[in-house]
């Protein structure tokens, strides 16, 4: 029981994380390596933040959220759409964008190292015990489930009721059939990465309420978030969500039963089961 | 056949004045000449598989820590030579399970497992040394010396263009050329193209493999974060694309100078070096799209333009 609420509240701090990839790479179609290094830099500029003014991490939210959209629509605006408008077929933008945002991981992990140092960090906020059904809980992580499963909703809300969240999902779906209708395609890609950065930047924010970070480590929450989407189907927010969770509850069974070391094989063991079982995702259509 | 005739000669004269140098120099200039040896094979290998396919492959990094660690484990019990082939022989074999898992789907689902996979393989090591009770540190301890390493690499080195070339030559080849113009048309023409890329990723990971068993013995001890670092992953591909992944020899024209340079700014500037691979790939993708190679061959294209225009 223990495991399976953990398990949860972990997956709903994943979520978050995962749609912002999801938003990337399902509307404006660049496959993001850099994901996790922004996570990771919110997850210090909390820390910074945290320990400078002892004001709630979730007030940083202000700050970092906006900081996030700016720097993103600055790397898709002036990284990526070069890349966009060089490339002959999707073929070559996918490896002109995987090798560019590879770079831009890198110095992300530059800057990080330069700025914190190669320590570990992590702060203490909210850590009094909660007790649930018999068991005890951080309130920490029950605190960072609840603002992302908040951002989410209102994440899901925004994509499905508003007339911009359709335009997004229109172009998700067929970007030159968009354009015909006279959506404009870069600007709504812009919007998507941008929206996707500060959305894993709020992520970040949320999982270093109860996670210790490393500069190094923004490659390990790619991953994750990768798996997610991909288990998830890379169009479709529902699949992403069960996905976190399962992936949530996966580590955590891992994680507590086994080896904490080995919660990335837990995630390679699902990836490889949804790549050999079900390749378009549990919510996704197969393709031609 | 005639031109071919010279370029192979060149190339063994190449080879053998590469092989010279133990004999000129015996301390710095040949530790930078192994390290070059062992980034020339590992680039040529990879770009072997990734250059006509356009997939990008990350797992250089876990396939040359398994060779390493397959000699590290069993020094004490077998010679070094058997330990070589199985090396290769178990990078093989889970180089054909990575690649039977990923390479049947698109190729973006193949770059981003194979990103995390010296990381997995690095985790999964050190849980099973930790749960086997024996210390994750291991020693090997030979008598090779540096010059018989760097002899060595070079011989790999060689196997590795003329695999290149007989394949460049051979209907796999020409397949894969295929696929990585377009995998909807290469399928349309009766090409197994699963079958072709699961082949040629074997390939390219047994030598790297192979290059990781042969420089165990210059590393002496070994351990997980030794043998699956995942930067020898970023900076075989990173210097694969400089020099131009759509020649065969394009891959050495970048190992050379990025080598040397690489020594320079990690004796230089050791902090800043992830901020520095980090610019070189960016500087690369969007300046040097097609590698040294491709800055030549468009000179040689202009030169020969003027001089009929």
């Given at each position: 029981m223990e495991i399976i609420i953990i398990g949860l509240l972990l997956g709903g701090t994943y979520a978050l994380m995962a749609m912002g990839l999801q938003l990337q790479y399902g509307v404006a179609r660049i496959m993001n390596l850099a994901n996790g290094e922004v996570l990771v830099a919110a997850a210090f500029g909390t820390f910074w933040f945290f320990s400078a003014t002892?004001?709630?991490?979730?007030?940083a939210l202000i700050g970092i959220v906006p900081l996030a959209f700016v720097v993103n629509w600055a790397i898709y605006r002036f990284l990526m759409l070069p890349l966009v408008k060089r490339a002959k077929n999707q073929g070559q933008l996918e490896v002109d964008s995987i090798l560019a945002t590879f770079g831009i991981s890198f110095i992300f992990i530059g800057i990080l190292l330069a700025v914190f140092g190669g320590d570990y960090l992590s702060y203490s906020y909210m850590a009094s015990p909660v007790h649930l059904l018999g068991e005890t809980y951080g309130l920490n992580r029950i605190a960072a489930f609840l603002g992302s499963a908040v951002l989410c909703v209102g994440l899901y809300v925004w994509l499905n009721r508003t007339r911009a969240g359709l335009t997004l999902r229109a172009v998700a779906v067929n970007p030159s059939a968009a354009s015909l209708v006279s959506i404009n395609v870069v600007n709504a890609s812009a919007l998507a990465f941008a929206l996707g950065g500060a959305v894993t930047a709020a992520g970040g924010m949320m999982l270093s309420m109860f996670l210790t970070f490393d500069a190094s480590l923004g490659v390990i929450f790619t991953l994750k978030a990768l798996v997610i989407v991909i288990m998830g189907g890379v169009s479709d927010i529902r699949g992403a969500i069960l996905a976190a969770f399962i992936l949530g509850l996966t580590e955590t069974v891992v994680a507590i039963l086994?080896?904490?070391?080995?919660t990335l094989a837990a995630a390679y063991v699902l990836f490889l089961i949804i790549l050999l079982v079900r390749p378009q995702g549990l919510f996704g259509r197969r393709t031609s | 056949m005639n031109s071919e005739v010279r370029t192979f000669g060149i190339a063994v004269i190449l080879f053998l004045a590469a092989a010279t140098l133990p004999l000129i120099s015996s301390g710095y200039l040949l530790s930078i000449g192994v390290s070059i040896a062992v980034y020339t094979v590992l680039a040529t290998s990879w770009t072997l598989f990734s250059?006509?396919?356009?997939?990008?492959?990350?797992?250089v990094a876990a396939f040359f820590g398994i060779g390493m660690y397959v000699v590290a484990g069993g020094i004490d019990l077998l010679p070094f030579p058997v330990l070589v082939l199985i090396g290769a022989v178990v990078g093989a074999l889970f180089s054909a399970i990575v690649g039977l898992a990923t390479l049947r789907i698109s190729g973006v689902y193949f770059v981003i497992f194979t990103l995390g996979l010296a990381e997995l393989i690095r985790q999964v090591v050190s849980w099973g040394q930790a749960t086997m009770g024996t210390s994750s540190g291991l020693y090997v301890l030979t008598d090779f010396t540096d010059p018989q390493i760097y002899w060595a690499l070079l011989v790999l080195a060689a196997v590795v263009f003329l695999i290149g070339w007989w394949i460049g030559r051979s209907r796999l080849g020409f397949a894969l050329r295929i696929i990585g113009n377009d995998e909807v048309v290469a399928v349309h023409s009766g090409i197994n193209t699963a079958r072709a890329k699961v082949i040629l990723f074997v390939i390219s990971c047994t030598f790297a493999s192979i290059t990781g068993a042969l420089v165990a013995p210059r590393y002496s001890y070994v351990e997980p974060t030794i043998a699956f670092n995942p930067f020898i992953s970023f900076q075989v591909v990173i210097m694969a694309l400089l020099g131009g992944?759509?020649?065969?020899?394009?891959p050495l024209l970048g190992v050379i100078p990025f080598t040397i340079l690489w020594e320079l700014i990690s004796a230089n500037f050791p902090t800043q070096t992830t901020l520095l691979l980090g610019a070189a790939f960016l500087l690369i993708v969007y300046?040097?799209?097609?590698?040294i190679v491709g800055l030549i061959e468009s000179g040689i294209q202009k030169w020969k333009g003027d001089q009929h225009g």
């Open positions: 002892q004001v709630s991490p979730f007030v086994v080896d904490p070391g080995l | 250059g006509p396919t356009n997939y990008i492959s990350l797992a992944v759509h020649r065969l020899w394009g300046f040097i799209p097609h590698g």
